[in-house]
């Protein structure tokens, strides 16, 4: 670095000691400085800097870039005042972080961060975990090696005071927060897991403390061989332990969901290269970008925001946004997305949306708002859990009964490790975590590749769906009508023919039109301008271009002139049946040729009508075109279960209702504003992403890339997820259903075999890691 770079600076002698109203920022600490008060400054790149310390200072001047970086420091886990939700009950809303009343659960922020940082709750609980673990293996071999080995470590009557010791900073330090959780559940009346392990936990510690403090107060019946009343520190330390673990290995598993929404976020540059009016390019910060803004992507880099090509050709991988690996390539007018990834051309931009309003951010809204949405299959786990925890409270209070009652000496002592093994394994936090695990996963996953599910009831119903009812041009085809042949009369030059012809259509409105002037565009052609042009409605239209009467239309406009389309009608013919659109030209008052314009179908259409077909689904067309170009294209792409043409918006809505009234349950795939109507009736709307934001916003399901390809990867998606939930709920249910009763003691009759709360712990946090694995599955789904 030369000395030039940087310099240190005393503050002039002349400078008022109060206090400055321009406050610096410190760029290596980030705290607020008074420029006037500080003695340390440097300036680099002709700019000025002030610091609080002299380290600081040093630091910035042994490498100013580390600090002048704008990936320098993480962003905040969440704004000051930001919304903070519950990742079960997402009515739970609060400003900052807190536990919901309703599940004990610690909130989430609501808005996506790009801060890669671990879940305060997920430091805090892992610390008091490795606190109850070190202390519970000692409590345990002090215990065990008591009770099933017969080695007295310590004097039995020393035995409660050290257990007393160990067990005391597990509970009342490390479990505290289940103590907290459990009161205000009770205090809300909205039982929950914490319910269980603060009661179950609560009476084993403050038994065992009555127990070891004043002995007398128990019956003979509370009393072991040799009079001693027994003690259960254990089971309150080591289950709070496990709980924690579990605890902790599920925020650690939920954590791994959120970084589908931070890698999308990573895809944006920091920076952007704007280009300024004297053609002087800078290096900006992304949020200094500006609509209108030029701006230079070069060889490698990511497109900073959403905007068009207006200088420069490339390949641009759009993987990110399609699913797709092939780069697209970009010229002129072509629309980029940022995000996307440049590839070997250097290319320069104009911006059209930034910051909130570019298709990525639009992408992660829509994915973090799918992550927090709630199944209809989860209103099941839901009933169940809000008569389950009090039902366990009344099977914990009848093992107990039982126990004490009929149970082997020491009765009270069975009885209160029974109840308490009940209460602990019973916890249903595996229960509330099976559906909203699978469908954060699921929506993650579906984000890259290119499947944007708007609400998780989507993707259930799109499950169940068996009839596909899709659009034609956009869908089937590409929706960018192509010329795909010329045919000239009586020996006149195809470019001449040509040139005459996108002459004339570069004046008119009609959809065909474009594609005849990009052709001749690409042959490079010379177009003159027209001359007298006119619209002939419903018949065509006309224009002098060099001198040269110049007339296009269909056969009756050719008759209206006087010319006689005949000699062109098989070829014609010929081209409608192959689903092109057809328009003959006449020039100087003789038939000079024809036209033909189509739509080409998308090439994987037929391959995807198959895989669809696999699926279960049949596939019917909806279209506005005429019946001739819409057989044709059902019979390319090996031939469709129904095809309805000619049709106005409101008969595409009519059409979905009948077939839904049929017992049909119905998917619409479509993109423009036409199709708006019949997605919004269909049971599940699937918007093609290159459609209009009335098509998208319209649809439970947005596919980014825009053919049936993406229809068949959601489809995919929402078979996978809804396996995974109901292989969630199974595995919930089945811990316990089985796990109630054994902890109960119903096998000791006929066994022997009873479950202590240690066990009981373990089992309860195995259910949800096993869920929330589970769930993760969903990340390596092939879609």
């Known amino acids: 670095m030369n000395s030039s770079d940087h310099s240190l600076h005393k503050p002039a002698t002349n400078t008022a000691p109060s206090e400055s109203t321009n406050m610096a920022v410190d760029p290596v600490c980030g705290m607020t400085v008074d420029p006037a008060k500080t003695a340390h ?24 870039a580390k600090y002048l970086s704008t990936t320098a420091r993480p962003e905040p886990v969440a704004a000051p005042g930001a919304m903070w939700i519950c990742p079960m009950h997402h009515e739970i809303r609060q400003q900052g972080p807190g536990t919901c009343p309703i599940c004990g659960m610690a909130l989430e922020p609501e808005e996506p961060s790009l801060d890669d940082a671990p879940n305060p709750e997920l430091v805090d609980f892992t610390k008091r975990w490795w606190v109850s673990a070190a202390l519970a293996v000692p409590l345990l071999i002090l215990t065990m090696g008591t009770e099933f080995l017969r080695l007295h470590l310590v004097d039995p009557a020393y035995s409660p005071w050290i257990q007393l010791a160990l067990t005391a900073p597990i509970v009342l330090w490390a479990g505290w927060p289940f103590f907290t959780r459990g009161w205000t559940s009770i205090v809300t ?44 520190y254990e089971a309150a330390g080591v289950v709070v332990a496990l709980v924690l673990l579990g605890q902790v290995l599920e925020l650690r598993a939920r954590a791994a969901t959120g970084k589908a929404i931070r890698a999308l976020l990573n895809l944006a540059p920091k920076t952007a290269r704007r280009i300024n009016a004297d053609g002087t390019e800078t290096e900006i910060p992304l949020s200094d970008v500006h609509t209108g803004d030029r701006l230079r992507v070069r060889p490698g880099e990511a497109v900073p925001v959403d905007g068009v090509v207006i200088e420069g050709r490339s390949s641009v991988d759009e993987s990110m946004l399609t699913g797709e690996p092939l780069p697209v390539a970009k010229e002129a007018t072509s629309a980029l997305t940022g995000g996307t990834v440049n590839g070997t051309g250097s290319i320069v931009m104009e911006a059209q949306a930034v910051g909130s309003d570019t298709m990525l951010a639009r992408i992660v809204r829509m994915v973090a708002e799918a992550q927090r949405s709630r199944a209809p299959i989860q209103a099941v786990a839901d009933r169940i859990s809000g008569w389950f925890v009090p039902l366990v409270i009344a099977i914990a209070i009848l093992s107990f009964a039982v126990w004490s009652l009929v149970g082997p000496e020491p009765r009270i002592g069975h009885a209160l490790l029974n109840a308490i093994a009940v209460l602990i394994i019973a916890c249903p936090c595996a229960l509330g975590l099976a559906t909203p695990m699978s469908i954060m996963v699921a929506t993650g996953r579906g984000a890259h590749a290119g499947v944007l599910v708007k609400h998780a009831e989507a993707l259930q119903a799109f499950e169940k769906v068996d009839t596909l009812v899709i659009d034609k041009t956009g869908t089937l085809t590409e929706g960018k009508p192509k010329l795909v042949a010329i045919q000239t009369s009586g020996g006149m030059d195809e470019n001449e023919f040509l040139a005459l012809v996108a002459a004339v259509e570069a004046r008119s409105e009609h959809p065909l039109a474009h594609a005849i002037v990009s052709a001749a565009q690409e042959r490079k052609l010379t177009l003159d301008e027209p001359e007298n042009f006119e619209v002939q409605v419903g018949a065509g239209i006309s224009a002098q271009v060099g001198g040269r009467a110049v007339v296009i239309g269909n056969a009756a406009q050719m008759q209206r002139i006087g010319v006689d389309p005949t000699p062109l009608n098989e070829a014609a013919e010929t081209r409608r049946r192959e689903g092109a659109g057809v328009m003959l030209i006449a020039v100087d008052g003789k038939l000079a040729g024809l036209v033909a314009v189509a739509d080409p179908i998308r090439a994987n259409a037929r391959e995807a009508i198959e895989a669809l077909r696999k699926h279960g689904l049949r596939v019917i067309m909806l279209t506005g075109d005429n019946p001739t170009t819409a057989q044709v294209v059902a019979d390319a792409v090996g031939g469709l279960d129904g095809v309805h ?45 290159t459609g209009t934001d009335v098509a998208i916003e319209s649809a439970g399901i947005t596919l980014t890339k825009g053919d049936l390809a993406a229809v068949v990867r959601a489809r995919a998606l929402a078979k996978a997820t809804m396996r995974n939930i109901r292989q969630n709920l199974f595995f919930s249910f089945l811990f316990n259903g089985v796990g109630v009763p054994v902890a109960a003691g119903v096998l000791y009759p006929v066994s022997g075999i009873l479950m202590s709360p240690m066990i009981a712990g373990a089992a309860m946090a195995l259910s949800s890691f096993t869920v929330v694995m589970n769930a993760l599955r969903l990340n390596r789904v092939k879609l």
């Open 41 to 64: 400054h440097a300036t680099h790149d002709s700019a000025d800097y002030h610091f609080c310390s002299a380290g600081c200072l040093a630091k910035f001047t042994a490498d100013p």
């Open 189 to 232: 009346r909205k039982l929950n897991m914490f319910t269980l392990i603060a009661i179950g936990v609560g009476a084993a510690f403050l038994y065992s403390v009555v127990a070891t403090f004043a002995p007398g107060l128990f019956p003979a019946t509370f009393r072991m061989h040799g009079g001693m009343v027994p003690v259960y």
């Open 645 to 689: 043409a000619e049709l106005k918006p409101d008969d595409k809505a009519r059409i979905v209702g009948e077939l839904k009234a049929a017992g049909a349950k119905v998917a619409m795939a479509g993109d423009g504003i036409n199709d708006a109507p019949a997605l919004a009736a269909a049971d599940v709307g699937l918007a093609m992403g």
